[in-house]
């Protein structure tokens, strides 16, 4: 814990209050983790109006003459909601409701849901991360079903963080296995790194591919050639 943090004045810095309980918790909050349950009423306002003071204080020091260039005034504002309530969402804000059925037909046939798109930011330089990620899934008879839409909506919740892409598919695994509870899950992610493309390196063709196998997609061979294959025809 960071001296500021381990006491807090009543009227410190939101940020510094949301870290306070966070430390008191022992809880971690890396960029890629979400941290909503730490956020009381009204804080995300006050969290909105701290990051534009900060960003402030980027663009002058950036040299940008924000009161008289009429296309930078509200920068700052600009951006800092556009983390908040865009780009890293899913660190601030509760998993999305998700419904959850019981498997009544005891169904056991593998499912592919994709290509869900997937926007994220790289950890490392906050660039985008745009790309392509299929879930398969080879349901139990205890196994609970999710509609459809929610593996889009918690793939959304989970990669609107900054993160690295084998972390963001690990916790997406996580998360399914959880929620649903199958025999197997099988995760492919495919994208664009534009730390890579539009900087350093400035290699544009080349992208990431990985993928998490779990259960009996990693011992079942041909499952696994048939989920491969068949997101292969779709890409
Ligand atoms: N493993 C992994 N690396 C990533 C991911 N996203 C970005 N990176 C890489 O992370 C590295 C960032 O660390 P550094 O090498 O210290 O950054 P840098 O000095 O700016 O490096 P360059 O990008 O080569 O200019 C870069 O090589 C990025 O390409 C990801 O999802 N997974």
């Known amino acids: 814990m960071s001296e500021s943090d381990s006491t807090v004045p009543v009227k410190s810095p939101v940020s510094q209050r949301i870290r306070y309980r966070l430390h008191q918790a022992q809880r971690r909050f890396h960029a890629n ?20 003071e900060k960003m402030v204080g980027v663009l002058q020091s950036l040299v940008i003459d924000t009161d008289n260039d009429h ?34 037909e005891h169904l056991n046939e593998l499912m592919i849901v994709g290509p869900i798109t997937v926007r994220s930011a790289c950890s490392h330089h906050f660039c985008p991360i745009i790309g ?3 879930i398969g899934i080879l349901p139990n008879q205890h196994s609970n079903l999710i509609g459809l839409s929610k ?20 916790q997406m695994a996580d998360l399914l ?23 350093g390196v400035k290699d544009s063709d080349s992208k990431m591919i990985n993928s998490v196998m779990r259960g009996i997609f990693l011992k079942d061979t041909h499952l696994r050639l048939e989920f491969l294959s068949l997101i292969n025809n779709k890409r």
């Open 33 to 52: 983790d979400n941290i909503a349950d730490f956020i009381e009423d009204g804080e995300m306002a006050e969290l909105l109006d701290e990051v534009q």
């Open 71 to 104: 296309n930078t005034q509200d920068t700052a504002r600009r951006v800092a909601k556009m983390y908040l309530n865009e780009v890293f969402r899913g660190r601030y804000v509760a998993q999305p409701a998700v419904t959850e059925f019981p498997n009544v």
């Open 132 to 134: 392509k990620l299929w």
């Open 151 to 170: 593996y889009a909506r918690l793939a959304e919740w989970v990669m609107s963080r900054p993160q690295i892409q084998e972390e963001a598919v690990t």
């Open 177 to 199: 296995q959880s929620k649903v509870n199958p025999d197997g899950l099988a995760i492919v992610m495919e994208a664009d790194h534009f730390c890579m493309h539009w900087r």
